[in-house]
């Protein structure tokens, strides 16, 4: 599901099974690949999203991973996606302009495989649903939670922060990630304001967006990114070590910066996104 890096010595692995090997790009969560499996740890919502990726399956969905049980240790097992993640620093394939229109076209799909399951009303996910309730959003779709074959995206991983909400939740997020709609200081982004416009405008149509789910969706990407600002707080105040240090290292800052760019720019984004 991401791509492997060493795997740590001495660790250990049943010997009917092949070695474990830590994959990059887990974010706080140790994610490990044996053979053609993937195990991560059970959190308290994971139950929940087992069923979404059972639904999604059900939902004719192809592009998540098939969750298969437990393992010995008591694990979540999942099947390995093939392709590979689009990590930071991206990748000139990842960058294309193929990639983003299929990310756009990908989400979509996505979306309409969860909308029966949306209509559920069921508690149990990580985060409390957004209202409207239209599908389950992913809630941190993004091209290092995308598998890429070449500059297609082709499969989502990571569906922790998966929430029932209104499709504007997942696509402000996949705007600031894709586009991005991000200040020309962060390293993570890349183009002029303009160009973030023209890329903006290829995600939303290949996902096949109204006028109106356009404008929402760009009118939602700074409300987007305060919220994560605010959870990663909380989490820090509650004493969550991991959103502690990135505080400390500037990340919620330099969210905060790109909220500033985006507020700056919204008014003459939103021309190019209605009109043309």
């Not at 049943?14 to 070695?19: A, F, K, L, M, V």
Request: glycine share 8%; hydrophobic share 40%; aromatic share 10%.
């Amino acid at each position: 599901m991401t791509d492997p890096v060493d795997q740590a010595p001495g660790s250990s692995h049943p010997t009917d099974e092949p070695p474990e090997t830590e994959l990059a790009g887990g974010g706080m969560t140790v994610v490990v690949r044996i053979g053609d499996t993937v195990r991560r740890p059970v959190r308290s919502w994971s139950a929940s999203v087992h069923l979404l990726l059972d639904r999604l399956r059900t939902a004719g969905f192809t592009g998540a991973p098939r969750f298969l049980g437990f393992d010995e240790r008591g694990r979540e097992t999942l099947d390995h996606l093939d392709g590979h993640v689009g990590n930071y620093p991206l990748s000139a394939e990842v960058r294309s302009e193929h990639a983003l229109s299929s990310a756009g076209r990908l989400l979509r799909a996505y979306h309409d495989a969860t909308t029966e399951l949306a209509a559920e009303d069921l508690a149990g996910w990580q985060f409390a649903a957004l209202y409207p309730v239209e599908v389950i959003c992913h809630g941190d779709f993004a091209p290092y939670n995308c598998v890429f074959t070449g500059e297609t995206a082709t499969g989502i991983i990571d569906f922790d922060g998966a929430r029932p909400g209104p499709r504007a939740w997942d696509l402000a997020y996949a705007l600031y990630r894709f586009a991005p709609l991000t200040r020309s200081a962060n390293t993570d982004g890349f183009g002029k304001a303009e160009e973030q416009a023209h890329r903006a405008r290829l995600f939303l149509d290949a996902y096949g967006c109204t006028r109106n789910q356009r404008i929402a969706a760009l009118n939602a990407v700074a409300v987007r990114l305060q919220s994560l600002v605010e959870f990663m707080r909380r989490s820090a105040a509650d004493g969550d070590e991991n959103f502690a240090r990135h505080i400390a290292d500037g990340h919620a800052d330099l969210y905060l910066r790109d909220i500033d760019h985006i507020k700056a720019n919204t008014a003459t984004w939103q021309k190019y996104i209605a009109n043309h």
